[in-house]
């Protein structure tokens, strides 16, 4: 990676959908998700409302992790977002690192 370049994402929200757990070829378990944002950002010193709905995917300990999640359960992830695939090139937060938040409304 040349110097200067970083791609690191941190999110948290509530968790609306989460997919089946499946393998790759090689054996490690993905779970594909959809979270839920909510919060107050500052934006040209003016407070506004953000709220939007990230795709998610976790592989390998990550996705072990979410396969215990329930829908509606708020989580803190990061990772790096990358296009969905050659072909669709919307991004899509791969996630690296998941917190269950529990007793903490995140805005939400």
Same mark, same amino acid.
């Given at each position: 990676?040349?110097?200067?370049?970083?791609?690191? *994402?941190?999110?948290?929200? +509530?968790?609306?959908? +989460? /997919?089946?757990?499946? !393998?790759? %070829?090689?054996?490690?378990?993905?779970?594909?998700?959809?979270?839920? !944002?909510?919060? *107050?950002?500052?934006?040209? =010193? $003016?407070? &506004?409302?953000?709220?939007?709905?990230?795709?998610?995917?976790? $592989?390998?300990? %990550?996705?072990? @992790?979410? @396969?215990?999640?329930?829908?509606? =359960? *708020?989580?803190?992830?990061? /990772?790096?977002?990358?296009? &969905?695939?050659?072909? &669709? &090139?919307? %991004?899509?937060? !791969?996630?690296? *690192?998941?917190?269950?938040?529990?007793?903490?409304?995140?805005?939400?």
């Amino acid at each position: 990676m040349a110097s200067g370049e970083s791609n690191l *994402t941190q999110l948290s929200g +509530r968790l609306l959908e +989460r /997919g089946a757990v499946r !393998h790759t %070829p090689a054996g490690f378990p993905v779970v594909e998700f959809l979270l839920a !944002h909510l919060s *107050t950002q500052v934006e040209a =010193d $003016v407070e &506004r409302k953000v709220e939007c709905e990230m795709n998610c995917v976790a $592989v390998g300990r %990550p996705a072990r @992790a979410l @396969a215990a999640a329930n829908v509606g =359960d *708020t989580l803190r992830v990061s /990772g790096f977002l990358a296009a &969905r695939s050659l072909k &669709r &090139r919307s %991004p899509i937060l !791969h996630v690296n *690192t998941v917190e269950f938040v529990e007793g903490i409304e995140n805005g939400i």
